[in-house]
């Protein structure tokens, strides 16, 4: 399987294909890398070629109506990809207990609303009745670090 079939499944995955290193350059997760978090993840095979795996992974994620994790980094909008042929009724249960509730005509994707550090539910449901909860973590875009501390 070539580099770029194998950035297309890691997307597809949600496996980042780059990275910053120490030094704050950009790179990007060679083929060998790639191969062995897929390969790790399920997301192919020993045999596979990239048309038998993306078809795989495609149909699997056609299941679900949003990915089972999300982050939300605090300060930021957070869109969240729905897989969803018609509007969905959404509810977003705060660790706190409180619950907000709407509607979402385009099914494709929606966006959080700002929502505090922590861990919540988010739960889609559609016409015929078929849901599907993710947990949200909300998490701050950088942790405090004491001047003392040297790693």
């Known amino acids: ?4 079939d194998l ?3 890691a997307r597809l995955c949600g496996v980042a294909t780059t990275f910053s290193d120490g030094f704050h350059r950009r790179r990007s997760a060679s083929k060998e890398a790639l191969e062995g978090v897929l ?4 997301a192919i095979e020993g045999g596979d070629d990239a048309g038998s795996a993306l ?3 495609e149909s699997e994620l056609a299941k679900h109506l949003v990915d089972p994790v999300l982050v939300a980094w605090t300060g930021t909008k957070t869109r969240v990809q729905l897989r969803a042929p018609a509007s969905v009724e959404v509810a977003l249960e705060l660790e706190s207990g409180v619950a907000k509730e709407w509607r979402v005509d385009d099914a494709h994707a929606l966006e ?3 929502v505090p550090l922590g861990y919540h539910t988010l739960t889609v449901r559609q016409a015929d009745g078929r849901e599907q909860r993710s947990l949200v973590i909300a998490a701050p875009t950088l942790a405090w670090r004491s001047r003392n501390e040297h790693w």
């Open 1 to 4: 399987m070539n580099l770029v």
């Open 7 to 9: 950035r297309r499944i």
């Open 39 to 42: 390969t790790a993840y399920g």
């Open 55 to 57: 078809r795989r992974i």
């Open 112 to 114: 959080l609303p700002g």
